[in-house]
């Protein structure tokens, strides 16, 4: 693969520390973003999960108080809550998006546990 490798992360997260070690050892050229600093879009995130190829519930931080307080997942269940709504709150609040995402490409992995990352290596 000749892509450049990107990885969204927060710096304190222990699975994102654990996957940016593993992208060090790989020897791999790669920019990380901490998505704290530098805000995803709504786009930006909608591109990460269509990358992903999975549910936006599952980029979903379920057990953040937030993600419950604002009844996140009932509400999106419950058709009360659209894709793009949702998206607008996690991008409000990036606590609430899973980490770390990292993308090579047109591929995304989600590094939950940080080994995934070998997929785009």
């Known amino acids: 693969m000749t892509d450049k490798i990107t990885i969204y992360q927060k710096p304190t997260c222990s699975k994102c520390r654990a996957t940016l070690a593993l992208l060090k050892e790989s020897g791999e050229e790669f920019d990380a973003v901490n998505y704290y600093d530098a805000r995803l879009t709504v786009e930006r995130l909608r591109e990460l999960i269509d990358k992903l190829g999975i549910p936006i519930m599952d980029v979903l931080r379920r057990e953040e108080s937030l993600a419950h307080d604002l009844k996140l997942v009932e509400r999106h269940q419950a058709g009360q809550l ?37 997929k785009l290596l």
Do not use: F, H
Request: aromatic letters at 0%.
């Open 82 to 118: 659209s894709d793009e709504e949702l998206m607008k709150i996690m991008v409000e609040n990036p606590d609430l998006i899973q980490r770390p995402i990292v993308v090579r490409g047109n591929q995304a992995v989600l590094c939950r546990p940080p080994e995934n990352v070998t």
